[in-house]
Every structure is written in structure tokens, then in C-alpha cells.
């Protein structure tokens, strides 16, 4: 069991303890235990009762649950709560804005066990008359559940790609090629459909092979003998898988990664790409080689300059390419250094002496360390004497780096309710650099957030705007902004904009690259790291930053060690004047 795995039972079934309102003192003790455990990085499976007590939060009582977790893969008290509780009824804790109170009121006292009774419930006005709900939960309630629904059948970028690798794996040893294709290769962000090309001259017996595989379920009416569709277990992501003949599944890789709108264009002789690719002369031996050089070939007979598969979407790549070159485009090997990351000090799971030997490990120049302000108490926020011990910190570690790697000093700032940023400005002019983010009370209009994410792109000390617009893909919408106003202010005030690239974000969206990219906007590739997996995200950044045309000129991470040192310490002494 992961520790990642152990911590979800344990805050689980003190969820479940306090929606049968168990006993209290216990109830605390699993939801006490699940949040210290968020952050360890102690191997909670190996250890034993006598180590385990030891961690924050844990008493003798956890501990022994810890350890049956970890020998069992269960729960005996989590496996009765669940016993006890309707499927719908955990269904809404996925609900934005429902905590375990009003879950258990809406169960108790309107007998709801499903989201569509709740949804119901939410039409015909029921919800708002309960006392503590009102009008406004109520439509919250129904925006969410709009949202879910929406959302059905889809996975994030980092999942799908997982779940793309692991068919590979298991489906390479038994035909001579499987490729990767559609939204997954095309690097979508949301992923309803995980699709790949098998090469196989006889698809009877390719589909007799598939159907004998452990773990993948087929929906043999939405099937053909050419088309195998279903799902991996475990996930409700659908799953596609196609037979082609090794002279066609190059040309096939190229036709279903595009999206119908990309495949529509048409080059200097009028004939739309997808007709190119089906009515390219191409040789056995040309189709089965590089891949590459197969679509390259096809974007030549249209007429077209070559996309890289990420930017295969619509008309956009072809206006983008009128004014830039493919190795323009970021790649990992470009960027040099991470800005927005967290440690031990707030909410992260390392220390900012290992995060900063991690980055080193990747090849990176610079760690740039940004905790959580003062505001930000539920994630240990810094309050202006733990940034000051912090800082010493910083101050010590460099002495023992050369000349070739640095700390620099930043924070994550709360960007607070009316604008203003978390601490005041002599703490602010203490830092190299701050990412100012909005974390709380996001329930706003576009006038209100907008307006927000002004004031703090216009106060001085803003270096970088971190997630503008709050959102978690396939959970949580983010606030709306009016986003040509927030990148116009940023070309104004010089303010660098946030590509966050964890996979549960991926903020700002890419659609809005070229535009900040045309207002003189550079954008950083932040992974928002809060252990060393978390730096490896920036993959999914540069990914996306690919898909919306951003260049190495235009990424702020690419600036080299002296090109960052002398940019950040040019910015605050524009301050000081």
C-alpha cells in the first residue's frame, strides 16, 4: 500500500465516522491522523506500531489500524461504515461546497441516497427550505452537479497517459506495434476517450487476443471487427483500440490523433488534409517508418507547414506557424529552474534542502522556494517570523551550492478578498520574487474576480500571478475573469503569468498563450510542487505550453541562472526607487 492509498482509508473512515456521528474523540483521531499523514514521507507500510506512534498525529489506536491497512488492504471499521451507507450518499461529498453536515442532513431529513434525487430535490426547491441551506446553496448545489455531470467518463492528462503506458505494456508482446493516438498523443487535458492503433493483418484473431486479456472488459455492441471498445478495470474511461495493417497505421496515427477541425484544412491546393492522408502514395516500406517523417510527408503534398502533434486541434497551429518555427516551441530541456514550490515549512512533504538537491538531480540550475502566506493557516502558512527563519535557512544552503545553482527566496502570497497581498511591504521586500494566488473565497462574479486579480497585478511586489483562474479539472470550475483585461494588465505591470502545470490544473488554460504571448507576457511553467513527484509535473506544463504555441523566448523557467539572478534583482530595485 502506498502512503498515498493508507491516508485516503484513514480520512475516509473518519468521514463515514463522523456522517453515523460516532464518537467524537475517535472521529478526530483519523481525521488528526490523515492530515499529518498527507505530508510524510516516512514508508507507513514498513513501519511498525512502535515507529508509527511516533509520527505527528498518530496515537497507538491508528497506528494498529495503520498496520492492518498495510497487511490486509482493508479496514474492518471502514468496510461496516461503508456497509452502512448508500453509494449515492458518498456520491456528494464530490458535491463543491458539502461537508459532512449537511451530506447527513440532506440523507436524514429529505431521505436523498443518490444525485439525481438530489438534483430533484434542488429542482423543485426542497433543499432551500432547510434550515442552514437557502436559496443560494441551493443553486451552488445544482451548478455542481451540472458541472459532474459533465464531467462523466473523463480523466485528467497525468491518468490518461498512465492508463495509455500501461495498455502498451500489456498489449506490446502480443503484436508487432501499438501506437498511442488521439487525445492522449495529441496531449488533451481532459481525456474522454483513450484510443490506440495495433498493427495486425488479421483483426479476428487480434480481437480473440484482446478478449482473453485479464482486465480489459469489452462493450461488444459498441465493438466492430476492426474496432475494439470497452474499458481497462478499474477506470470508466473509455478505452479504443483499432486494427490496421502495417501499410496503414502511420497515415492512420496521423489521421486519428488531429481533431476533425485540424484535419478540414486545406493547403495550397485546396485539398483538405484528411484527403492528402487517405490518398498519399505511400510505399509499405515509407508507411511503416518513422512517423515523423510519414506525417511530414503528408503536411507537404497539402501544402502545409508540419505541426507537432500537440497542436493538432484546429486552424490555430497553421496561424501560429505563420510566424514561428517548431523548434521554437518549449521543450523540458529548456526550462532551467521551478519557482513555485513548496516544503516542510507549509503544506510541502520535503525539505527545502532536499526539494533544491531533487531539482539539482534533474539537471535544473535554480529552486525557487514559495510557501504558503500567513493567511493560508490550513496549509501552515509563514507567518513574518517563520518567512525570517526561513530565509536564513535559504541564506545558509547557498553557501554550500557554487556558482552554478541557487535558492532564491519567493512565497506563495494570498491574494486577499479585496485585492491586497498577504504581509505587509517590508516582509514583501524581503522576498526575491512572490507567485500571488487567490485561495480563498472564490465564489465570485467575473466583475469581482477580475477586479481582484487587478489589485494585485498592479501592487509592485508581484512577480508572478499563480493560477489565475483557481480551477481543478474535473472537480472544481474556476472563477470567471475577464482574461484579455488580466493579460493586458500584466503587459502593463510586467507581471509574469502562471502556467501551473499540475494536472489537476493546468492554469491558465492554453488557449490563452498566444494571446499573452502577443501582449509581450512571458509565462513559467510553475509546477506547484509540493514533493519531488510534483516537480516532474512540469512535463505536463510544457506539454500544454506546447499545445498553445509558447516558445523558450517566451517562458520565464528558460531564463538561465544569471539571466533569472539579474531579472529578479533589476525588478526590486525598481521597487526601491
Known amino acids: ?20 456521528d460516532r464518537d467524537a474523540f475517535k472521529t478526530r483521531s483519523y481525521q488528526t491522523a490523515a492530515f499529518n499523514l498527507d505530508k510524510s514521507t516516512a514508508d507507513l507500510s514498513n513501519l511498525p506500531v512502535e515507529e508509527l506512534v511516533k509520527l505527528q498525529g498518530v496515537g497507538k489506536s491508528v497506528a494498529q489500524k495503520i498496520r492492518e491497512i498495510a497487511e490486509t488492504g482493508r479496514l474492518t ?16 461529498f464530490r458535491i463543491k461546497g458539502l461537508g459532512v453536515k449537511k451530506v447527513r442532513t440532506l440523507w436524514h431529513e429529505l431521505g436523498i441516497t443518490n444525485l439525481r434525487d438530489l438534483q430533484l430535490a434542488g429542482e423543485n426547491g426542497q433543499i432551500a427550505k432547510i434550515k442552514g441551506f437557502g436559496a443560494s446553496t441551493q443553486e451552488k448545489i445544482l451548478a455542481a452537479l451540472e458541472f459532474l455531470q459533465e464531467q462523466q467518463g473523463k480523466v485528467r492528462m497525468d491518468k490518461a497517459a498512465m492508463i495509455a503506458n500501461l495498455l ?49 472488459e469489452q462493450n461488444v455492441p459498441d465493438s466492430s471487427p476492426f474496432v475494439w471498445r470497452g474499458h481497462l478495470a478499474g477506470f470508466d474511461v473509455l478505452v479504443e483500440l483499432l486494427f490496421y495493417p502495417a501499410e496503414q497505421l502511420s497515415r492512420q496515427l496521423f489521421i486519428q490523433t488531429a481533431t ?40 507537404q503534398k497539402a501544402g502545409l507547414p508540419y505541426i507537432v502533434p500537440e497542436m493538432r486541434e484546429d486552424d490555430f497551429a497553421f496561424r501560429w506557424a505563420s510566424r514561428y518555427r517548431n523548434e521554437e516551441l ?9 519557482l513555485h514550490n513548496h516544503s516542510t515549512w507549509s ?46 535557512e535559504v541564506d545558509e544552503l547557498n553557501k554550500g551550492f557554487g556558482a552554478d545553482f541557487r535558492i532564491f527566496k519567493g512565497i506563495e502570497s494570498d491574494i486577499l478578498g479585496d485585492g491586497s497581498l498577504d504581509y505587509d511591504n517590508e516582509t514583501l521586500a524581503t522576498f526575491d520574487y512572490v507567485v500571488a494566488s487567490v485561495h480563498q473565497t472564490l465564489t465570485m462574479s467575473e466583475e469581482k474576480a477580475t477586479s481582484r486579480l487587478l489589485r494585485a497585478i498592479e501592487n509592485p511586489y508581484t512577480t508572478i ?63 506547484d510542487a509540493h514533493d519531488f513527484a510534483g516537480l516532474l509535473d512540469m512535463h505536463y506544463g510544457v506539454a500544454v505550453g506546447r499545445k498553445g504555441g509558447l516558445t523558450k523566448a517566451m517562458t520565464f523557467n528558460a531564463l538561465t541562472l544569471a539571466e533569472m539572478t539579474e531579472y529578479l534583482k533589476k525588478t526590486r530595485a525598481e521597487i526601491r526607487k
Not at 77 to 85: F, M, R, V
Not at 179 to 205: C, H, M, N, Y
Open 347 to 392: 503544506d510541502g512533504k520535503q525539505s527545502v534542502a532536499d526539494m533544491a538537491a531533487y531539482c539539482q538531480k534533474l539537471g535544473l540550475t535554480y529552486f525557487g522556494i514559495a510557501d504558503h502566506s500567513k493567511t493560508a493557516s490550513y496549509a501552515n502558512g509563514l507567518d513574518a517570523e517563520r518567512v525570517r527563519q526561513q530565509q536564513l
Open 77 to 92: 471499521e471502514l468496510d461496516e461504515l461503508l456497509a452502512q451507507t448508500p453509494q449515492g450518499v458518498l456520491d456528494m
Open 330 to 338: 518549449v521543450t523540458w530541456d529548456d526550462l532551467k529552474g521551478t
Open 260 to 299: 476533425d477541425a485540424h484535419l478540414k484544412q486545406a493547403g495550397t491546393g485546396g485539398v483538405p488534409l484528411l484527403q492528402v492522408a487517405y490518398s498519399s502514395v505511400l510505399s509499405e516500406s515509407a508507411d511503416a517508418a518513422n512517423v515523423t517523417e510519414v506525417e511530414t510527408a503528408i503536411y
Open 168 to 216: 502498451v505494456e500489456r498489449l506490446t508482446p502480443h503484436y508487432e506495434r501499438v501506437e498511442i493516438s488521439g487525445q492522449v498523443r495529441r496531449k488533451a487535458q481532459e481525456v474522454d476517450v483513450i484510443q490506440l492503433l495495433i498493427q495486425t493483418s488479421d483483426p479476428v484473431s487480434a480481437m480473440l487476443t484482446l478478449n482473453g486479456l485479464d482486465n480489459l
Open 465 to 527: 500571478l499563480g493560477h489565475p483562474t483557481g480551477r481543478l479539472l474535473l472537480a472544481r470550475e474556476g472563477y470567471p475573469i475577464d482574461h484579455r483585461a488580466i493579460i493586458d494588465a500584466c503587459a502593463e505591470h510586467n507581471v509574469i503569468i502562471e502556467i501551473n502545470a499540475s494536472p489537476y490544473r493546468l492554469d491558465i488554460d492554453w488557449h490563452w498563450i498566444e494571446y499573452a504571448m502577443q501582449q509581450g507576457v512571458k509565462l513559467s511553467i510553475n509546477p
Open 1 to 20: 500500500m502506498t502512503n498515498s492509498e493508507i491516508v485516503d482509508l484513514l480520512e475516509l473512515t473518519g468521514r463515514l465516522m463522523e456522517l453515523h
